[in-house]
């Protein structure tokens, strides 16, 4: 890899999608199963949801504060250029089936987090 420096770090080594969510998110898939041991899978679901969200949420607010979202057409553009970026664009394929001024529907046909962390869990669940 080479940046600003001119410096080739030959270490790097070059992931597809589906290894660097493999990698990503196996220590996650882990914990959730000790979590589930130790709480119980609903409470474990629970306590891993809560987290997302809570997550999610600040990134968002984060998000908002740099690009106000005023009307419905203002997070539809947002929501657009978001999901046109090359980083989520070759990990889901979506289509936008149902579109107004106060709707935006999302059919998503293909979701490579999906298959991976399905993979994982399974794995895991044979440990």
């Known amino acids: 890899m080479k940046g600003n420096s001119g410096h080739v770090d030959r270490d ?3 992931l597809s999608y589906r290894e660097y969510i493999k990698a990503r998110y196996v220590n996650a898939v882990v914990l959730a199963r000790e979590l589930e041991k130790t709480l119980g899978k ?17 990134m968002v607010k984060a998000e908002l504060v740099q ?33 107004s001024e106060t709707k935006l529907s999302l059919n998503v046909s293909r979701c490579l987090y999906e298959g991976c962390l399905r993979s994982l869990t399974q ?4 440990s």
Do not use: C, G, W
Not at 47 to 57: G, Q, V, W
Not at 123 to 126: G, H, M
């Open 12 to 14: 790097v080594k070059e």
């Open 42 to 58: 609903e409470r474990a679901h629970e306590i891993i949801r809560d987290a997302f969200y809570n997550d999610m949420t600040k």
């Open 67 to 99: 690009n106000p979202v005023n009307k419905f057409t203002d997070f539809v553009r947002m929501e657009k250029e978001e999901n046109e970026q090359p980083s989520f664009r070759n990990i889901v394929e979506l289509t936008y089936p149902h579109e």
């Open 123 to 126: 794995l895991n669940s044979a």
